[in-house]
């Protein structure tokens, strides 16, 4: 289902939030970097920024390696076990031995991603993890409302239908979506033939096109940009494949859709019309 909204037009709510604990001084640099591309919820303390994480007004935490106390450590700890999914950032912005200190302790917390914006490439590097964000918001947003529309299915079908969209972003043909599976291409395509389904080649494309959409909400982001992050061989190629799919340019689905709107798109024609079929689909089971 397209969105009736121009692209032009969309909130600024439809980019990825990100909750930050940063000394004043930072929040301006992080704001000017996040244009287009994130919209970040400055909180005063910790508690506030888990509060935005649970409450799902925020999908990652920025912490400023300058703000984290020995205070801290515990309910750091907590909040990256209570929210594996949620992106625990630490921001490097000086060069003091407290600062040396605090990235320690951050990295006991559980916090795996450290940007050092000390120098330019460290902005630009803090944007490229804020943003992936996006996929992940879509992500588990697909899987949540695939395992609703699939519940019936077998436990290979869903696997299929699992990998599919959590490898779309880097898996460009259904070849190499099949050598995760360690299934012959014709076999599996043949599997989907016999029950009338859509092409494995359908789902794949579709998954990949929901990815794209997502990631094009951010206005900081061209369609080459988006384009090389799905490893498309370029733009052009990332155009065509638009075009077969859906009969429009790229600029044009851009306009059309966000990820939410092509995810619906996605089961609305491939997904809900074939639930009976689905439900009888083994595309991984050996011997058949």
């Given at each position: 289902?397209?969105?009736n909204?121009?692209?032009?037009?969309?909130?600024?709510?439809?980019?990825?939030?990100?909750?930050?604990?940063?000394?004043?001084?930072?929040?301006s640099?992080?704001?000017?970097?996040?244009?287009?591309?994130?919209?970040?919820?400055?909180?005063?303390?910790?508690?506030?920024?888990?509060?935005?994480?649970?409450?799902?007004?925020?999908?990652?935490?920025?912490?400023?390696?300058?703000?984290?106390?020995?205070?801290?450590?515990?309910?750091?700890?907590?909040?990256?076990?209570?929210?594996?999914q949620?992106?625990?950032?630490?921001?490097?912005?000086?060069?003091?031995?407290?600062?040396?200190?605090?990235?320690?302790?951050l990295?006991?917390?559980?916090?795996?991603?450290?940007?050092?914006?000390?120098?330019?490439?460290?902005?630009?590097?803090?944007?490229?993890a804020?943003?992936?964000?996006?996929?992940?918001?879509?992500?588990?947003?697909?899987?949540?409302?695939?395992?609703?529309?699939?519940?019936?299915?077998?436990d290979?079908?869903?696997?299929?239908?699992?990998?599919?969209?959590r490898?779309?972003?880097?898996?460009?043909?259904?070849?190499?979506?099949?050598r995760?599976?360690?299934?012959v291409?014709?076999?599996?395509?043949?599997?989907?033939?016999r029950?009338?389904?859509?092409?494995?080649?359908?789902?794949?494309?579709?998954?990949?096109?929901?990815?794209?959409?997502?990631?094009?909400?951010?206005?900081?982001?061209?369609?080459?940009?988006?384009?090389?992050?799905?490893?498309?061989?370029?733009p052009?190629?990332?155009?065509r494949?638009?075009?077969?799919?859906?009969?429009i340019?790229?600029?044009?689905?851009?306009?059309?859709?966000?990820?939410?709107?092509?995810?619906?798109?996605?089961?609305?024609?491939?997904?809900?019309?074939?639930?009976?079929?689905?439900?009888?689909?083994?595309?991984?089971?050996?011997?058949l």
């Amino acid at each position: 289902m397209p969105s009736n909204t121009p692209r032009s037009a969309l909130s600024v709510r439809s980019y990825p939030v990100v909750t930050t604990v940063l000394a004043p001084q930072e929040r301006s640099s992080v704001d000017a970097a996040g244009d287009g591309c994130y919209r970040a919820l400055h909180r005063e303390s910790l508690d506030d920024a888990v509060r935005d994480i649970r409450e799902r007004r925020a999908s990652a935490l920025l912490l400023s390696a300058s703000c984290c106390g020995t205070s801290e450590v515990p309910r750091l700890t907590a909040m990256v076990r209570e929210f594996p999914q949620a992106a625990a950032v630490a921001l490097l912005t000086t060069s003091d031995t407290q600062a040396a200190r605090s990235i320690l302790a951050l990295g006991r917390c559980g916090v795996r991603t450290l940007v050092d914006v000390r120098s330019t490439a460290g902005w630009r590097e803090l944007r490229d993890a804020l943003r992936t964000e996006a996929i992940a918001d879509i992500e588990r947003l697909a899987l949540a409302r695939l395992a609703i529309d699939l519940s019936h299915v077998s436990d290979d079908c869903w696997l299929f239908f699992e990998t599919l969209i959590r490898s779309a972003g880097r898996t460009g043909n259904v070849r190499a979506l099949c050598r995760q599976f360690g299934v012959v291409p014709s076999t599996l395509m043949s599997r989907f033939l016999r029950l009338q389904l859509p092409t494995p080649k359908n789902y794949l494309a579709y998954a990949r096109l929901t990815r794209a959409a997502r990631l094009l909400e951010n206005s900081g982001l061209s369609i080459a940009t988006v384009a090389t992050t799905l490893e498309y061989s370029s733009p052009q190629s990332f155009g065509r494949h638009v075009r077969s799919l859906l009969g429009i340019s790229a600029t044009t689905f851009r306009q059309r859709y966000d990820g939410e709107g092509m995810l619906e798109r996605m089961r609305q024609e491939l997904v809900h019309p074939y639930r009976t079929p689905l439900g009888k689909l083994r595309p991984l089971a050996p011997g058949l």
